[in-house]
């Protein structure tokens, strides 16, 4: 049993945080919760107790044997010394060392070797480089991947507790006018729009969320000159990031190893996909072509794997293969990714005491 913090405790990842400490049986045996001055005094509920929620101090970590960040990236690098310090493994939900190359950057899924035992500090990856991965990275049993093109639908969910609100106001507001809600002026109109990801702009046009997901997938995949475009777009979905996808192969599909009668046609090649996908941890395929049944946020909200289907050849380039995927922002995009990389350190640790 460990003693656990949270920082950033109200907010809609620190939610799911004390949601799957309850339902994976983590190993808890106390639990502090940690947030801004302002959310001081709230009280949240744990195993059937209330928890008082503390104001973040640089002493708020001593004791604590495991600590979960996610309260931006500003509080990461203020607090995570004072953590590290105090004994804490600190498991960081924000950008603020994702790209340290001291710092592992872990879907345990995928590069969970990328951390030991001694690890005191392991960065969660950007949601949509989480979602991304664990749809691409398995298809490398394929062949070698030589570019990814991807098209992101980021819900508000990926902007916090204010925007997924944000999201339900501005709809009752567009079908209720008697009902109208003030509306902030620092992104354009969300209900019934979708809208360009709301981070800066960089010098080679593109916005920080498309910037973090190529160079947080290269450090994952250990491919630093891995070729990725990608657009992300924010869309007026509450919960559950989906994105398009396309992978280049160095190689033509027509010679991957496939098993089966048909090696090299086009069926036996998307089977390949779908074998390779089905037997991925954390991933579930869903694609049934006569049903028209494919991934969707509504279904992916809620679930811990993430969710793949339209399978299909690119007819327009010889080595390419399509794909779409929705995963849960807050789950396998957030908190589930945190919790897995301190249930493998536990893990981890113990082997070690045991050896």
Request: glycine share 8%.
């Amino acid at each position: 049993m460990y003693s656990v913090a949270i920082l950033g405790a109200t907010g809609a990842v620190g939610g799911e945080f004390l949601r799957l400490f309850e339902q994976r049986r983590f190993p808890v045996s106390s639990l502090r919760l940690l947030a801004s001055e302002r959310s001081a005094g709230k009280r949240l509920v744990f195993q059937g107790k209330e928890v008082a929620v503390e104001a973040v101090g640089p002493r708020s970590f001593e004791g604590v044997e495991y600590a979960f960040f996610s309260a931006g990236a500003s509080r990461s690098r203020e607090f995570a010394p004072f953590a590290i310090d105090a004994g804490a493994t600190v498991i960081d939900n924000s950008s603020a060392f994702r790209m340290d190359a001291n710092v592992p950057l872990v879907i345990p899924e995928i590069n969970g070797q990328a951390m030991t035992a001694e690890s005191k500090l392991v960065a969660v990856p950007n949601c949509s480089a989480i979602v991304l991965l664990m749809a691409v990275a398995p298809l490398r049993s394929l062949g070698k991947i030589e570019r990814i093109i991807v098209s992101t639908y980021q819900s508000a969910s990926g902007g916090g507790a204010a925007m997924m609100q944000r999201l339900v106001d501005e709809t009752r507001d567009a079908l209720d006018p008697n009902t109208q809600h003030p509306t902030p002026t620092n992104l354009p109109p969300y209900a019934f729009n979708l809208f360009s990801h709301n981070t800066p702009i960089n010098e080679h046009g593109y916005n920080e969320e498309e910037w973090k997901v190529i160079h947080e997938s290269r450090k994952i995949l250990g491919m630093p000159e891995l070729k990725i475009n990608i657009t992300c777009i924010r869309v007026p979905v509450l919960r559950a990031h989906s994105e398009s996808i396309t992978v280049e192969f160095g190689t033509p599909l027509s010679t991957m190893p496939v098993r089966g009668e048909g090696a090299g046609g086009g069926e036996a090649i998307e089977d390949a996909v779908r074998r390779v996908l089905s037997e991925a941890r954390g991933v579930r395929v869903v694609d049934d072509r006569p049903g028209n049944n494919f991934p969707t946020p509504l279904e992916a909200s809620g679930q811990e794997d993430v969710l793949v289907g339209r399978i299909r050849r690119d007819v327009s380039h010889p080595s390419a293969i399509s794909l779409f995927a929705s995963g849960d922002q807050l789950l396998k995009g957030a908190a589930l990714n945190a919790v897995q990389i301190a249930e493998e350190l536990i893990k981890m640790r113990s082997a070690v005491s045991v050896g």
